[in-house]
């Protein structure tokens, strides 16, 4: 089937992104689903940071590549061997696929499932296949999922069932933002009642961390961005204390707020200065932890008799360490019960002509979730 879709054809493009059109709006070629696949008719798909880290080369990725990897859509068609799925059903996309069988599968951690890394890398979908192709060329996979397009074959394992009365638009957020944001609160950092926290980074994965906080009952949520308005939401959303990042005293203003440093300090810019910032507001014996993807090449110098002494934790967060089929249900569960407003990271509905516009915004700071709808 014919479909259109965002293609990203060199990385490194010069911004303004709505000059350059990194992101070109082709027609292509969708093949159907082989084993274990599916074809999902897209609703919508959200705007990341991960994607712009691909588009500005900070993630190096194969092109083209039919970008996007936040989204929800309709199952519309069954390749050989699904039994579990129906044509009509509503599914949130998973950019980890889990294939059950490795190491870390059978661990119960399939946000770190090792043929999902070689696939994901690679620009395949979890079978090693490709399903794009333009003018006879093969188009790369993003992630598995490709959702900045009218439609995508997926595997059935990128995929998760949801209940159809909630709007796609606002399925399509829980896809990233929220397994990732609130699944670093409640997973990886495991945030009990009375636990102080801090996000350092509000994008919409870092205020998704702080709906997080809110609903696993932290005394103190402290957030830390440069955007004063992004600090508005936030306090909006339940933090207690924000800081502009900027602020020469930001150390020893969060330490005098919250008697010391915080339980957890959470850094989600993708940044060496906001992660080292997060871990000098973390109390001793307190947890940094890290779901920020900076450049590859980035390092920090790790000051280790602090980290000794102090009997300090570091710990990386994947996907919100989580297990999809399991957290996706309880987020939205939470989310229709009104104790997590999901819909409010959302900034702006986009048509798929505007994405690299889009993307302009996003870099700028000036967007928390833009949603493409189809």
């Not at 990194?22 to 999902?40: A, F, H, K, N, Y």
């Not at 994607?51 to 590549?65: A, H």
């Not at 020893?252 to 989600?268: L, N, P, Q």
Request: aromatic letters at 4%; proline letters at 6%.
């Amino acid at each position: 089937m014919k479909v259109r879709a965002a293609v990203l054809e060199t990385m490194g493009a010069a911004l303004p992104y709505a000059q350059s059109k990194p992101l070109t709006i082709s027609e292509v070629e969708l093949r159907p689903p082989g084993p274990g696949e599916v074809l999902i008719r897209m609703g919508a798909a959200g705007l990341c940071h991960s994607d712009l880290s691909v588009i500005n080369g900070d993630r190096p990725r194969p092109t083209p590549m039919a970008l996007g990897h936040e989204a929800a859509g309709v199952v519309e068609a069954l390749g050989p061997g699904v039994d579990d799925l129906k044509t009509g059903d509503h599914v949130v996309l998973v950019f980890v696929p889990s294939c059950g069988h490795c190491a870390p599968c059978a661990e119960g951690r399939p946000a770190l499932c090792e043929p999902a890394v070689i696939s994901n890398t690679a620009g395949t979908l979890l079978s090693g296949e490709r399903r794009i192709f333009r003018d006879g060329q093969m188009v790369h996979h993003h992630m598995g999922c490709s959702a900045f397009a009218e439609a995508a074959v997926v595997s059935r394992r990128s995929c998760v069932k949801i209940d159809p009365e909630l709007p796609l638009d606002e399925a399509a957020l829980f896809g990233c933002a929220v397994l990732t944001g609130v699944g670093a609160v409640v997973n990886t950092a495991q945030v009990r009642a009375g636990n102080s926290v801090a996000v350092v980074g509000l994008g919409g994965v870092g205020l998704a961390s702080v709906l997080g906080a809110v609903a696993s009952g932290a005394r103190d949520i402290v957030c830390v961005d440069l955007s004063d308005e992004k600090l508005k939401l936030a306090t909006e959303l339940g933090a207690t204390h924000t800081f502009n990042a900027a602020d020469p005293d930001l150390i020893a203003k969060v330490k005098a707020a919250t008697g010391g440093g915080v339980d957890f300090a959470i850094e989600m810019a993708g940044s060496v200065k906001a992660f080292e910032s997060a871990y000098r507001i973390t109390r001793r014996g307190g947890t940094t932890i890290t779901a920020g993807l900076p450049h590859p090449n980035a390092t920090w110098p790790m000051p280790a008799t602090n980290l000794v002494a102090e009997e300090r934790t570091i710990k990386g967060s994947y996907i919100g360490t989580c297990v999809p089929a399991r957290d996706l249900p309880r987020y939205i569960s939470l989310y229709r019960q009104g104790r997590m407003p999901v819909n409010k990271l959302m900034t702006a509905r986009l048509k798929l002509e505007d994405i690299n516009k889009g993307f302009d915004l996003l870099h700028e700071g000036k967007a928390v979730r833009q949603v493409v709808t189809f």
